[in-house]
């Protein structure tokens, strides 16, 4: 089946009992056992299964090209429990732009436990000198954040399976219908499903898919369901729902990102724009090999100084100056005030979430507010 199949019909089940088209929400916490004991519903207790996770599960895992998915409360919960998965003493390389608040995670929460390097993966020479025989996992995030650099997923995970190192890619920029990294050799891929999944900025969520039913996978699930960290059955449903337009909303947002960001290189008061759908951009050609679309978040950085910066973000009228990304709604951040101090970010640089508005109303505003 193709993806738009899949994303309709994948995550729903219909009800024989009142033949409701759409699934129903069932929000029992706790499932009867039949006469023998059993439980001929297939469920126990909701932390560990329920049938509106099932089947955001399935949906999720057949969207990625993988065997099984586990949904958790939020991304961040769901690269914890890989963190979680993993012996004590597993050394992770991970990219020095990774984003931040599983940097800090990995920093403030797993110090003592784990060991981790954060470098630029991208430099072979750099990522070969910092395996070591404990590394267990190589973390990738592309395109990256704020900066959309993009890193060869097949470069990677040759050099990983060759010393037998798994693989995890946090694919939440991208989304499935741009990029499927178990196609191109992952053994993990990490969303946040707060944003393009849910696709609306009005839940949280996160999820992880995986290539095969390994003993990892096997302690990723029991770190699932004993720490806890779950969507309710009422989120999977929103998430099984706003997944179904998944495909087509990330078309119209890729369509207006690549406007967007065309006409944002031609105009004389921007300095540099970071698309990877740009022939400009330094990664085009990798881009253009593993993606299947160049997704809806760019970069740009204007000719001008902090205050020229958020002078046009304060002119703008449709993009909201919010964080995160993936809703209908475009939003326009100043990475560097959100990082902090110690931010590597141009201060000169905003980060833009391109909604599904209408592409002449959005470029508009930009002129106004640049003008
Ligand atoms: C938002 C985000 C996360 C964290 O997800 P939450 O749902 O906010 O916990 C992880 N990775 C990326 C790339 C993100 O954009």
Redesign the pocket.
Known sequence: MKTETIAIHAGNKKDEASRAVIQPIIMSTTFERGEAGDFPGGHIYSRSSNPNRASLENVLAKLENGVDAASFS???AA?MAVFQSLPPGTHIIAPDDM?H??RNQLKNLFAGILTFDFIDVNDTEVLQQHIKPETGIIWI?TPS?PLLKITDIKKIVAIAKAKGIKVAV?N??ATPICQQPLSLGADIVMH?A??YFGGHSDL???ALITAEKSDWWAKIRQVQEMGGAIPSPMDCYMLVRSIKTLPYRVRGHVQNAQLLAEFLEQHPKVEKVMYPGLPSHPQYHIAKDQMLAFGGMLSFTIKGDRDDTHNIINKLQLFTRAT??GGVESLIEHRATVEGPDTKTPFNLLRVSVGLEHIDDLIEDLSLALA
């Open positions: 939020s991304g961040n690269g984003y608040g599983l995030e954040n946090d939440t920029f946040s707060t944003k949280m969520g996160g995160s990304l």
